[in-house]
């Protein structure tokens, strides 16, 4: 993504007078693109493993290159990805989602909240997560520390009962930033800088420090500049890895409470 380009002096000033209308844009604070990335990304796993393989994994997968300069912007801050049973043909009965992944790049070392939840998918052509149904599971809270700077995969255990058989959404809701997190060192949310971007699949449900209004961006339509570019080159890098529903996988540690807060050492 490329910051928003300089109105040259004349349209500025048609644009002001209210001639032109301004192109819908990207609300959020963006900030300075750095590099894409191209070096093997690191997965930090936080709660317990599964016993067994997943047969697949569902949602937007990291990939390299990515981009990263889109900061959190707290409370209710939520990033949602689609999730299609589809997408794993092997698994005909259904999935069970074992782990949710997060990728994020950090720039300094912080401890940053997240909640996790799986959601039901509204009907339509369209899938959007439907925030009035109560969830499938969760949500699950895990504080999300590093091993090491950069861009991490975060891979993070779920209960073991977590079934989808049809379309859903990994949803995570930031509340708050971290101790020593801050829109300069990150958190910030990691795309696929090569794509496709493709509509009703990545969201951001945000509100909007001007007017206090909640935002409802797919994250494939949004744009930036003028004139108007795709802000985003790929989906935000979201998925669940997840076993067939017919090899019901085990944990060798209780789970306890869903609510458990999962931290690293």
Known sequence: MRPPRRLPSLLAAVVLLG????????????????????????????????IGAPACSVGARFRTPTESNYYFEPPDDFFFMLLDPAECPECTDGLILQFAHFVLEFRARCVQPVEMTILRSLPGPCPKPDLASPPICGPIGYNLTQDRLGVIDYRLSMPADCCINEKAFLCFRINSLGVGCDDTNGPMVVWDADGPCDPCRSYNYYTDNVTGDQVKDDICTVTTGIPPVPAFSGPLTQYAEAACCTSVPTIPTSWGSLKIRYSTP
């Open 19 to 50: 001639l032109l209308p301004l192109p819908a844009a990207a609300k959020k604070t963006l900030g300075a693109p750095p590099p894409p990335y191209f070096g093997p990304i690191p997965t930090q796993q936080i709660g317990p493993s599964f």
